[in-house]
């Protein structure tokens, strides 16, 4: 599993309250050449997704400070760099009933934990790649 075949431009920001959460996301989606920004929280995120144009953003769906489909809201917000970048609800459970909820709060993809390598490989695949012209 190379991340040679991705673009090593591909940007990405993880959201998460738990250090060991983002460590672990961001150790997989590093595998592929994402750069990964991380954020403590949904305050946090939605500061960074508005100072960077992200590729991929996967957010906690229970972030504090401001949770997961607010923040997602925010981010697809029209002055927002971030606006068009792959959003991703990340968390242990998301029922088929909770999905047109948080699709409607902007989330493009789910990912339920525990993570696995081949949904990771995915995400990055579909991701915009927005960042590809700059650095």
Do not use: W
């Amino acid at each position: 599993m190379d991340g040679s075949s991705f673009s090593r431009r591909t940007r990405a920001l993880i959201a998460d309250d738990h250090e060991i959460n983002r460590f672990v996301l961001a150790r997989l989606l590093e595998l592929y050449g994402v750069r990964v920004t991380e954020a403590a929280n949904g305050a946090e995120a939605v500061r960074l997704a508005g100072e960077e144009a992200f590729d991929l953003i996967l957010l906690e769906t229970n972030l504090s400070r401001v949770d997961g489909p607010d923040a997602a809201r925010l981010i697809r917000g029209a002055d927002c760099p971030s606006r068009h970048a792959l959003l991703v609800a990340v968390s242990p459970f998301i029922s088929p009933h909770d999905r047109p909820a948080l699709a409607e709060a902007g989330f493009d993809r789910f990912l339920e934990k525990p993570l696995r390598q081949e949904a990771i490989q995915a995400l990055v695949e579909a991701a915009p790649q927005r960042s590809r012209t700059s650095v």
